[in-house]
T-cell receptor
């Protein structure tokens, strides 16, 4: 079954304690992306990756890091989480047709993060 | 940067009535346009998209949307609402030149009244 998986699904942590949210896809997609969803703000893109070792900032990259060492995995790293990073996080992946993304993005189930 | 406006954060319709969810984008060059739906406690899934060609596009579950360049709009419609349509709907765009960065609207929560 084609899917994007995220772990953990729920996480409560404290300010400053480094954490990693993993994302994996089994569709051999080149494109992967992280979003955060906040009430009244919709989804905002944090980082995206066009392929292995290629990452770019989205709209709200501050306080986050990513890496793309393998095609299937795209972990999101919060080196020093703060309460304003409390949010619902989604990973997504997509096939790249040519140079741009015109195909659907497949979304993971989400990770609800609370930073105390 | 692009901006996407979804008018109406909450829309209620009666079962069987027309559904109209509005989306406007800001760029002078028409972007790629997408509508996604999010059911409770789930990720998003694509309803439909416009990249090129016919400006009226049909999607899953009876939804369709029309790209109107003169109005910079991509409104989502469905002739007859069903209870199962209750969900959050997001309009999204990406720049036609690069198409790699995505901008989502703030979402519209659709309630269907029996």
């Amino acid at each position: 079954e084609a899917q994007v998986t995220q772990n953990p699904r729920y996480l409560i942590t404290v300010t400053g304690k480094k954490l990693t949210v993993t994302c994996s896809q089994n569709m051999n997609h080149e494109y992967m992306s992280w979003y955060r969803q906040d009430p009244g703000l919709g989804l905002r893109q944090i980082y995206y990756s066009m392929n292995v070792e290629v990452t770019d900032k989205g709209d709200v990259p501050e306080g986050y890091k990513v890496s793309r060492k393998e095609k299937r995995n795209f972990p999101l790293i919060l080196e020093s989480p703060s309460p304003n990073q409390t949010s619902l996080y989604f990973c997504a992946s997509s096939y790249i047709g040519g140079r741009v993304i015109t195909d659907t993005q497949y979304f993971g189930p989400g990770t609800r993060l609370t930073v105390l | 940067a692009q901006s996407v406006t979804q008018l109406g954060s909450h829309v209620s319709v009666s079962e069987g009535a027309l559904v109209l969810l509005r989306c406007n984008y800001s760029s002078s060059v028409p972007p790629y346009l997408f509508w996604y739906v999010q059911y409770p406690n789930q990720g998003l899934q694509l309803l439909l998209k416009y990249t090129t060609g016919a400006t009226l596009v049909k999607g899953i579950n009876g939804f369709e949307a029309e790209f109107k360049k003169s109005e910079t709009s991509f409104h989502l419609t469905k002739p007859s609402a069903h209870m199962s349509d209750a969900a959050e709907y997001f309009c999204a765009v990406s720049d036609r030149g690069t198409g790699n960065q995505f901008y989502f609207g703030t979402g519209t929560s659709l309630t269907v009244i029996p």
